[in-house]
Structure formats: C-alpha cells, structure tokens
C-alpha cells in the first residue's frame, strides 16, 4: 500500500522561509514523479512543482524563483524549499505522485504566512 506522509508545514511571517517534507513507502520511490500541490481555502488544488525520476523539475508560475523541488532517493523523500514567502502562499500543501491508473495523495500539511 502506497503511503505520503508530509511535514514541515506551520505559521511563517511574509518573507519567511519553510521546508515540507514527504516520506514515501510502498512504492520504488527512485521511479516515480513526485509532486507538489497546494489548495488554498475556496480554491481548487494546483500544482506547485514536480520533480522527475532523473531529477529534472517543474514550477508553476508564481512560485518560481522562490520553492525548490528536490528529493532523496536513499530515504524516499521529496523536499520543497519555500523561500520569500506570501501571504498568497497559505493554504494546504500535498505530496503526489501517479500511480497510472490512479493517484496518491498524502494528507497534507498546512502552510500559513501571515504577520
């Protein structure tokens, strides 16, 4: 059974900075496109960055610059950096990856960036 287990998440001023983590089991993590997703209140679920098998990475517009994507095959984790955090930036964060026919999702871990 696949699992995504996220942490990392917590209250952070604007400007400040955060890592999440997602630990990975169940899956032979070093094959499979992890991805980053967020859903802020009132809003749809959107991709924030994915990263993949061989390391290379994407970003959604409006946190390029500012989140790195990354991941550790030796501990099947996948990371992201948030640097320059906004107030925009708040919602829930969820680790994914596609398993083809379906999709896992962890539970999310939630991120706000208020003063």
């Given amino acids: 059974q696949v699992q995504l287990v996220e942490s990392g998440g917590g209250l952070v001023e604007p400007g400040g900075s955060l890592r999440l983590s997602c630990a990975a089991s169940g899956i032979i993590f070093r094959l499979y496109v992890m991805a980053w997703y967020r859903q802020a209140p009132g809003k749809q679920r959107e991709l924030v960055a994915l ?3 061989n390391g290379g990475t994407n970003y959604a517009d ?3 610059g500012r989140f790195t994507i990354s991941r550790d095959n030796a501990k ?14 708040t919602a829930v964060y969820f680790c994914n990856t596609n398993l083809g026919a379906t ?3 962890g539970q999310g871990t939630l991120v ?4």
Wanted: proline share 4%.
């Fill in 103 to 105: 999709s896992a999702w």
């Fill in 112 to 115: 706000t960036v208020s003063s």
């Fill in 51 to 53: 990263i993949s098998n």
């Fill in 62 to 64: 409006s946190v390029k």
């Fill in 76 to 89: 099947n984790t996948v990371y992201l950096q948030m640097n320059s955090l906004k107030p925009e930036d």
